[in-house]
C-alpha cells in the first residue's frame, strides 16, 4: 500500500486503520470491516481504571546513554541539528501478555498489532475534520510530585525552547498542505497518569484549513508530515540521519503514527509508550528531546520515567 493508494481509498470515503513505522517506509492500511487479531482504540476522553500492574526496568546503563548524548550534543555545535529526540529500548519483565497490557493500560490512543507490538499513547498525532487540520505536539515531561512542578516545567529556558521549535517545524510542516496555519494554544499542561507516578506534559495546538477536497490528497498530507516532527527533530532531514547512525537500533513502528479514517474525519497518534516482542522478551522504546542546554542526567531520567503502564 502506497501513499497514492490512500489517496484513492479517501475518495472512496473507504474507511481504514493507518499504521506507519518510525520513517514511513512500512505503511500497513488495514479495511475497518476486515480487522483480526488487531485492537484499538482512539477517544478524546476516557475513564482511568486503576490497576497495581508495573514494569520490571532493565534500563541502558547510564555511561552508554551519555556516550550517545555527548555524540549528539557535538551535532548540535556542528550545526547539524538543533532538536534531536533521543530514544533507546529498556528490557521489561512482566507476566502479562500484549493483550492484557493493552487491556490494563488507562490511554486516550491505543493500538495491540496481533502479538507483535502494543502502544498506548497519550500524543494525538493529526485530526482531520470540518475541512480544518489539527496537530498537538507534545514536548516537556516532569514527574508532578515534584515541589512546584508547573511552574519548573513551564519557565525552564531549555524546555521552552525545545517546545518552541517543535511548534516552529510541525507549523511548516502542515503548511505544505494546509493555509491559515496557527498556534490555537501554546504551552498547556496535561497530567499523565504513570504507572506509580504521575507526570507532566507540556502540549500545543496548531491549526491549518485543508478544504474540503482533502480526502482525495489524505496520503498525500500524510507523507508530508511523516516522521512525525515531535519524535525526531530539527531540521528533520539532517536530524533523520544523525539518529539512524547515534541510536544503534531499528525503531521499527516506535514513534510512528496509527490512525482511523472513518469516511468522514482522520484522527491518530503517535505511537510512543510502546511494548514491542521480540525473541530474547519484551522491549520498551521510550526517549526525550536533546538540545543544547540539555542535562544528561535529567534527559536519562526522563527516559527511564517513561517506561510504565498507565
Not at 507532566?200 to 474540503?212: F, K, T
Not at 482511523?260 to 522491549?283: C, H, L, N, P
Request: aromatic share 10%; charged share 30%.
Amino acid at each position: 500500500m502506497t501513499f497514492s493508494d490512500i489517496n484513492t481509498l479517501g475518495t472512496q470515503r473507504k474507511p481504514f486503520l493507518f499504521i506507519s513505522d518510525f520513517k514511513a517506509k512500512n505503511i500497513k492500511v488495514i479495511f475497518l470491516d476486515a480487522l483480526e487479531d488487531i485492537e484499538f482504540e482512539i477517544q478524546d476522553t476516557y475513564k482511568s481504571a486503576p490497576h497495581n500492574q508495573l514494569l520490571e526496568k532493565t534500563p541502558i546503563t547510564f555511561s552508554k546513554y551519555l556516550e550517545k548524548f555527548d555524540k549528539i550534543i557535538e551535532e548540535i555545535k556542528s550545526g547539524n541539528t538543533y532538536l534531536l529526540n533521543l530514544t533507546a529500548q529498556t528490557k521489561i519483565q512482566t507476566s502479562l501478555s500484549l493483550k492484557e497490557i493493552y487491556n490494563y493500560a488507562n490511554a486516550q490512543f491505543k493500538l495491540r498489532y496481533k502479538d507483535e507490538f502494543v502502544c498506548f499513547s497519550p500524543e494525538r498525532f493529526v485530526k482531520i475534520e470540518d475541512d480544518k487540520i489539527h496537530t498537538y505536539p507534545m514536548k516537556g515531561t516532569i514527574d508532578a510530585s515534584i515541589k512546584d512542578a508547573v511552574n519548573k516545567i513551564t519557565n525552564n529556558a531549555k524546555e521552552k525552547a525545545e517546545h518552541i521549535m517543535v511548534v516552529d517545524l510541525l507549523r511548516n510542516d502542515l503548511s505544505i498542505q494546509a493555509k491559515r496555519v496557527k498556534v490555537e494554544s501554546f504551552r498547556y499542561i496535561t497530567k499523565i497518569e504513570a504507572g506509580n507516578k504521575e507526570l507532566l506534559q507540556v502540549s500545543s495546538h496548531i491549526s491549518g484549513e485543508v478544504g474540503s477536497f482533502w480526502h482525495d490528497r489524505l496520503g498525500d498530507i500524510l507523507e508530508s508530515l511523516l516522521p512525525a516532527g515531535s519524535i525526531s527533530g530539527a531540521p528533520k532531514k539532517s536530524t533523520l540521519e544523525i539518529i539512524e547512525e547515534v541510536e544503534g537500533y531499528e525503531r521499527g513502528y516506535f514513534s510512528g503514527v496509527f490512525g482511523v479514517y472513518d469516511g468522514k474525519t482522520f484522527d491518530s497518534a503517535v505511537m510512543i509508550r510502546f511494548i514491542e516482542k521480540a525473541k530474547e522478551g519484551y522491549i520498551y522504546k521510550s526517549g526525550g528531546g536533546i538540545t543544547l542546554d540539555s542535562d544528561a542526567n535529567l534527559e536519562y531520567n526522563e527516559l527511564i520515567d517513561k517506561v510504565y503502564l498507565p
